[in-house]
């Protein structure tokens, strides 16, 4: 089985100002991580995947995430966020073969404040 | 292209009442999953149709129930309603093995 580990469940944040939201997964075989974005009474959006070969994944919005195989990691960055980056953010793996359901973290949800 | 359909997008029940909720996938995309997302427990796999199968199956009990149509829409079904399942059902659309395409939500109320 999989499971992901959001480090931070809130992450206040002025505007310009970078963010950093943490993700770590647990799994015995290889995995698709993906990262995504809810606003308020909606539902999930797609904010960037890793499938497999650059382990640094660019993303909608600005955002990009970095993913380390050592670390069992996948952590998102912005360098520069926006009022309108407010929202929750989950990050979620799935199996690479067979199984295509997405093991989702707790999520995080990010202020950003003027 | 249409995104993902859900319908109702927010209803009230009682206990012991069923509900069905439905969801329309983005055209051309034959697999359908369902997600339950509460404060509690965050977001819950529930079941994964594909072509009118049942490929996976979460851990939620024999009330919570699905089915898939020959035009990839797919309907679910929670029977004998409990206030714990007051949630927002979330449907998502893929290709084959591809990304998931989230609808905006049934949010369910039970009181």
């Known amino acids: 089985a999989q499971s992901v580990t959001q480090l931070d469940s809130q992450v206040p944040v002025f505007e310009e100002a970078p963010v950093e939201l943490r993700c770590n997964y647990s799994?015995?075989?290889?995995?698709?991580l993906f990262w995504y974005v809810q606003y308020p009474n909606q539902g999930l959006q797609l904010l960037l995947k890793?499938?497999?070969?650059?382990?640094l994944v660019k993303g909608i919005n600005g955002f990009e995430a970095e993913f380390n195989k050592s670390q069992t990691s996948f952590h998102l960055r912005k360098p520069s966020v926006h009022i309108s980056d407010t929202a929750e953010y989950f990050c979620a793996v799935r199996r690479r073969y067979g199984d295509y359901k997405l093991s989702f973290g707790a999520g995080t949800t990010v202020t950003v404040r003027a | 292209k249409a995104g993902v359909t859900q319908t109702p997008r927010y209803l009230i029940k009682t206990r012991g009442q069923q509900v069905t909720l439905s969801c329309s996938p983005i055209s051309g995309h034959r697999s359908v999953s369902w997600y339950q997302q509460t404060p509690g427990q965050g977001l819950q796999f529930l079941f994964e149709?594909?072509?009118?199968?049942?490929?996976n199956k979460g851990n939620f009990p024999g009330r919570f129930s699905g089915r898939q149509f020959s035009n990839s829409r797919s309907e679910m079904n929670v029977s004998t309603l409990e206030l714990g399942d007051s949630a927002l059902y979330l449907c998502?659309?893929?290709?084959?093995?591809?990304?998931?395409?989230f609808g905006e939500g049934s949010r369910l109320t039970v009181l």
């Open positions: 799994s015995s075989v290889s995995v698709y």
């Open positions: 890793y499938l497999s070969g650059s382990t």
């Open positions: 998502a659309s893929s290709v084959e093995a591809g990304e998931l395409f």
């Open positions: 149709y594909f072509s009118e199968t049942q490929r």
